[in-house]
């Protein structure tokens, strides 16, 4: 069970069609916006697809946390509280939330019935990105896969 925290860093012009049109249906329309979702094949595949302008890593359980408290939004860009988390789900807390979403009980991206927008917004990181945004994270770069290394820019995006 792993939930896959998927940010988008490069940004709109030059864009191939193709990629434009996964990155889209991955709900990573602009530059620094955040997503998560469970690994699947599909998934997988459409990483493996925008790869160039993405990086991704399987997010933990404080990130998380201060990913919903900080930067999740309900319908009219109102922060989400434990409150709206109680009377719309059903559940005790923001924590119980993220435990939820870690243990695959509950799709992030499948909570917009109830009013969670299924994107996060984020900002630059802070000190900004420590290597190049056009090459791979492996060879000295920010893109593709990071691993458990994706929190540590989460927390300095957030």
Same mark, same amino acid.
């Given at each position: 069970m792993v939930v896959y925290?998927?940010?988008?860093?490069?940004?709109?012009?030059?864009?191939?069609y193709d990629i434009e049109y996964t990155l889209r249906l991955l709900r990573l329309v602009r530059k620094f916006h955040c997503v998560l979702y469970p690994d699947t094949p599909?998934?997988?595949?459409?990483?493996?697809?925008?790869?160039?302008?993405?990086?991704?890593?399987?997010?933990?359980?404080?990130?998380?946390?201060?990913?919903?408290?900080?930067?999740?939004?309900?319908?009219?860009?109102?922060?989400?509280?434990?409150?709206?988390?109680?009377?719309?789900?059903?559940?005790?807390?923001? /924590? /119980?939330?993220?435990?939820?979403?870690?243990?695959? /009980?509950?799709?992030?991206?499948?909570? /917009?019935?109830?009013?969670?927008?299924?994107v996060f917004r984020l900002h630059p990181p802070r000190g900004g990105f420590r290597k190049s945004t056009k090459k791979p994270y492996g060879a000295g770069g920010e893109l593709g896969y990071r691993g458990i290394a994706i929190n540590e820019l989460l927390r300095r995006m957030i």
């Open positions: 925290a998927i940010i988008r860093i490069r940004g709109i012009p030059d864009t191939p599909s998934i997988r595949g459409m990483l493996a697809k925008v790869k160039d302008w993405v990086t991704w890593g399987e997010i933990d359980r404080p990130t998380l946390i201060e990913l919903l408290r900080k930067r999740g939004r309900v319908v009219g860009n109102k922060p989400l509280t434990d409150e709206y988390v109680k009377q719309k789900l059903g559940l005790s807390s923001i /924590e /119980e939330l993220a435990d939820k979403i870690l243990r695959e /009980e509950i799709l992030f991206h499948k909570l /917009e019935k109830y009013g969670i927008k299924p």
